[in-house]
Each structure stands twice: as C-alpha cells, then as structure tokens.
T-cell receptor, first 111, second 112 residues
Framework: DTAVSQTPKYLVTQMGNDKSIKCEQN?????MYWYKQDSKKFLKIMFS???????INETVPNRFSPKSPDKAHLNLHINSLELGDSAVYFC??????????FGQGTRLTVV | AQSVTQPDIHITVSEGASLELRCNYS??????LFWYVQSPGQGLQLLLK??????LVQGIKGFEAEFKRSQSSFNLRKPSVHWSDAAEYFC??????????FGAGTRLTVKP
C-alpha cells in the first residue's frame, strides 16, 4: 500500500500547455510538500501545506499553483509550460517537522 | 531559512573501503537533521535522522551519522561500502515551520 503516490509518473507535453500532477498520501500526515529536482539533482522546495493551509511558497513563478482539497491531497497545476520546467517533481508528506516520506516522482519533459 | 551544504559533489570509493560524506547546516535553533538516499530513477529513502539525544545515530544499511553542534555538521559514515551503495545522498535540515531544506547532494560511485 503506497504511502505517498503521485500521478502521472511521466509527463511529456508541449510548450504552452497546462498540466497537473496529483499527489495523495495515506499516512495521516498534516504537512505536504512539492519539491523540484533539476538535472543536476538539486532538490528545491517549492511549496509546503499544513492542514490545507499554504505555509511555504518559495520564489516559484505564478504559473505554478498548488491546490490542497484536503490534507491527504496536494496537487500541482502548471500553466503555460516552458522548457525550463522540465524536471522531476516530488511530492512528500510529514507529520510536524519529522521525516518526510517521498513519492516516486513525476518526470516532466516539456518539448 | 535554514540551509544545508554538501561540499562534495561526487565521491568515488573502492568497494570495502570506508566512507564519509560531509554535511554542514545553518540554522539558528536546534535542527532536525536527516540523510536520504536516492537510487537512479527512484524517490528518496530515509537513511537516518537526528532530533535530540545521542549525537551518534544509527541508520539502515549500516550507515551512521554524528551530529557535532560546534561544527554545525552531520556527517554520514559507513565502515565498508558495498557496490549497491552507489547512489545520490542528500543531507536535509528541518525546522519547526514545516520547512525541510536539502543539500545539493553527493553522488557516490563505488569502484570494484
């Protein structure tokens, strides 16, 4: 039973399109995150939510909009995709500030 | 916000040799420290964590790490590396505001 699941695992799309990545956790955690991992493997936090409330919003373009319908879900919607958005996006969850459990990642390729 | 530095981008060790991966953090209060491992094409798996107490923590797969407050360090060690340890290793620091920051990662290559 997967703890943190993301869909889709792979996403190939053209520039200018709008796409969404879904994330669900069944751990009962209060906090969920989105991270972006670039080609150099650097993991950068994008957003964190606690009980559906936005806590951290790093300097991410407005084209990225997280949505948390409930504390078990944190989706990421990206408008007007650009080549530079190509990366692996990881969802994670944690309880308070303890260890984070990660999904398997979504590899986004913008062509 | 807190930050993490992993000075070594890439380390190569021979199988059976000992390993130490360096991690330095910056945070004003007591940090929550983690080491994660990422195998190619996979997500991140927690190796070990430090919250408080004994500064030498044991993790999975034979790894350990030592918290040194005076040096703001949390280095990861393993006495004898196996070929299956080849992966990307990330140090992370958590704060009590639901913010977890990662270092840039260290890629470990294991020579036969």
């Amino acid at each position: 039973d997967t703890a943190v699941s993301q869909t889709p695992k792979y996403l190939v799309t053209q520039m200018g399109n709008d796409k969404s990545i879904k994330c669900e956790q069944n751990l009962g955690h209060d906090t969920m995150y989105w991270y972006k991992q670039d080609s150099k493997k650097f993991l950068k936090i994008m957003f964190s939510y606690n009980n559906k409330e936005l806590i951290i919003n790093e300097t991410v373009p407005n084209r990225f909009s997280p949505k948390s319908p409930d504390k078990a879900h944190l989706n990421l919607h990206i408008n007007s995709l650009e080549l530079g958005d190509s990366a692996v996006y990881f969802c994670a969850s944690s309880q308070d500030y303890t260890e984070a459990f990660f999904g398997q990642g979504t590899r986004l390729t913008v062509v | 916000a807190q930050s993490v530095t992993q000075p070594d981008i890439h380390i190569t060790v021979s199988e059976g040799a000992s390993l130490e991966l360096r991690c330095n953090y910056s945070y004003g209060a007591t940090p929550y420290l983690f080491w994660y491992v990422q195998s190619p094409g996979q997500g991140l798996q927690l190796l070990l964590k430090y919250f408080s107490g004994d500064t030498l923590v044991q993790g999975i797969k034979g790894f350990e790490a030592e918290f040194k407050r005076s040096q703001s360090s949390f280095n990861l060690r393993k006495p004898s590396v196996h070929w299956s340890d080849a992966a990307e290793y990330f140090c992370a620091v958590g704060a009590n505001n639901n913010d977890m920051r990662f270092g840039a990662g260290t890629r470990l290559t294991v020579k036969p």
